[in-house]
């Protein structure tokens, strides 16, 4: 490759990935490799990306993978974020019913920010069951909103809600897409799905898409400043944690501020005719 060092190849790789999230590339790309195409499909269109965010509480939603969905609406596009649980659980001097209400309120103000809107699934938190029941519920918000791509937890994770996340959302798009499943809603195709880079979920994570969210960085920031969980008041600096891997992630992909993806490996295949 002459004339290139790394940094033009990873530049290369996230303005890519940047061009597809904002629904530049025509939708008569094809959908996720082995999941059935929907029936409702529009074939040659061009139009901007629809984003959501599927995490199993909403400071993951909003802290790992809030920014797309910011980036996404930024541009003309639209965005959501749904949360299987309140995460009702994660403060130590809050009692469950109360701090799930702040989680709640946080989401939906935090969503209005970003110009987006915030969903839940009301599983009791650290309890998120991997079931059909489950897998279902996410399908129809799928249906509902019909993004065109998913960001969602790596399974390699020590949080069992967020390796039970990984498995629904799997699922949730393979029924959502199938046209002979009948539900209230008609069937969608997700085209892309990502996984977010997560503190909680490092074990085997490889990131091989950047995103640029300079334009959008401080937007997100601030919406994710309405948690009360944001400056480490329930023991993890999120704020400090998060504002630095943006710039990390910047430096790497040559961008000011940026977020790093990693793909399912079916959706990393290409098909070519010749070198």
Excluded at 166 to 195: G, M, N
Excluded at 216 to 241: H, I, K, L, S, T
Excluded at 251 to 272: D, G, R, T, Y
Aim: some cysteine; proline content about 7%.
């Amino acid at each position: 490759m002459p004339n290139s060092t790394r940094r033009d190849v990873l530049k290369t790789m996230g303005s890519g990935v940047v061009a597809f999230l904002l629904g530049t590339e025509s939708s008569q790309a094809s959908h996720m490799p082995g999941r059935p195409s929907s029936s409702t499909a529009n074939m040659g269109e061009h139009k901007p990306s629809n984003i959501m965010s599927i995490a199993a509480h909403p400071g993951d939603a909003f802290f790992a993978m809030g920014a797309p969905v910011a980036l996404a609406v930024h541009n003309g596009g639209q965005g959501s974020l749904l949360s299987l649980t309140l995460g009702e659980k994660g403060s130590a001097t809050i009692p469950p019913e109360q701090y799930g209400v702040m989680q709640r309120a946080a989401a939906e103000k935090a969503a209005s920010m970003m110009g987006s809107t915030a969903e839940f699934l009301h599983y009791p938190d650290g309890e998120v069951p991997l079931n059909d029941e489950a897998k279902f519920a996410v399908c129809d918000f799928i249906r509902q909103y019909k993004p065109d791509t998913v960001v969602t937890h790596w399974k390699g994770s020590w949080h069992k809600d967020h390796r039970a996340c990984y498995e629904i959302v799997q699922d949730a798009i393979f029924y959502a897409a199938l046209p002979t499943i009948a539900r209230k809603l008609p069937a969608h195709s997700v085209r892309k799905l990502f996984f977010d880079d997560n503190w909680e979920d490092a074990t085997g994570f490889a990131p091989d898409t950047y995103l640029d969210i300079t334009p959008v960085f401080q937007r997100w920031m601030d919406a994710c400043a309405v948690f009360p969980m944001w400056r480490g008041e329930n023991g993890f600096r999120y704020n400090d944690y998060y504002r630095s891997l943006a710039v990390a992630r910047g430096c790497v992909a040559n961008f000011e501020k940026a977020v790093a993806l990693m793909s399912p490996p079916e959706q990393q295949v290409q098909h070519v005719h010749t070198l």
